[in-house]
């Protein structure tokens, strides 16, 4: 697991982010790689937002990991801070590399150093390869996640 | 459905939304009304955070339900972003009066007004009653929830 760099994304790392977000079973349906101006948008609004953490992975040079860390401060748990993980994705090149934990682990140990007591994430239903995943990296599959398209 | 007020929460709010957060089997275990400086502490956090929403419903001056609103902006989706709600409470002598429903809507409704694409939520896979609650207003539960403490 050595020769990957976890740093912030910036705009020369969308089309790689944005071919990893549609290289999925689910994202292939959402997502629009040719059409990269609402992901620059996004990314603009991201980078000015200081509760939010857009990183890659990065080894000799190619972008082959993301994710998304937003830390959310809050009044339950005596006035708990906890973290969101989203949009967690790694290149196909380098499935089975250990990216993925590394990923995870860079998440848990930035909401650590931004002072969370929670990490939380939510997986589609239907990836059971990532459920067994995130159980082995300590997380528990404790709660329901609700979502409503408007 | 008329009487309650949906407005931002302040520090006076405080003592209400705090016994609301206890008063619950989950909750109980895991607040401490008695110390109310980590929960100004956040409350302050929030209030300053542009993409943080609490509020509280108030009737006859009394704060009677409350909610926490993030918006997300994200690269997947398009760039969408997506709200999540946090800390539903409804005060025990309120169940039952639509109030809860009232609080999502307005929720809903202002996702929609900050313009999310999505909102979303989890709840604690034993709180059978708020799933069927969050399904008769349209959520789907479609994801698994997963939580690891720091």
Redesign the interface.
């Known amino acids: 697991m050595s020769g990957f760099e976890i740093r912030p994304a910036t705009a020369a790392d969308?089309p790689a982010?944005?071919a990893m977000?549609a290289d999925d079973p689910l994202?292939a349906r959402?997502?629009?790689p040719a059409d990269l101006a609402?992901?620059?948008?996004?990314?603009d609004?991201?980078v000015a937002?200081p509760?939010?953490h857009?990183v890659v992975a990065v080894r000799d040079g190619r972008t082959v990991g993301?994710l998304?860390l937003?830390v959310?401060?809050?009044?339950?748990?005596?006035?708990?801070?906890r973290s969101?993980i989203?949009?967690v994705r790694v290149h196909g090149d380098e499935r089975g590399s250990g990216l993925g934990t590394l990923l995870i682990e860079w998440a848990?140990e930035e909401?650590?150093r931004q002072g969370?007591?929670?990490?939380?994430?939510?997986?589609?239903?239907t990836r059971v390869d990532a459920?067994r995943f995130?159980?082995r990296?300590?997380?528990?599959?404790?709660?329901?996640?609700?979502?409503?398209?408007?």
């Open positions: 969308l982010i944005v977000l994202g959402r997502e629009s609402p992901y620059r948008t996004a990314l609004r991201l937002d509760n939010q857009v993301t998304q937003t959310v401060p809050g009044l339950s748990r005596r006035g708990s801070t969101i989203e949009g848990v909401s650590r969370c007591q929670l990490v939380q994430l939510t997986s589609d239903a459920h995130y159980e990296l300590g997380f528990e599959p404790s709660h329901l996640g609700f979502k409503l398209q408007l």
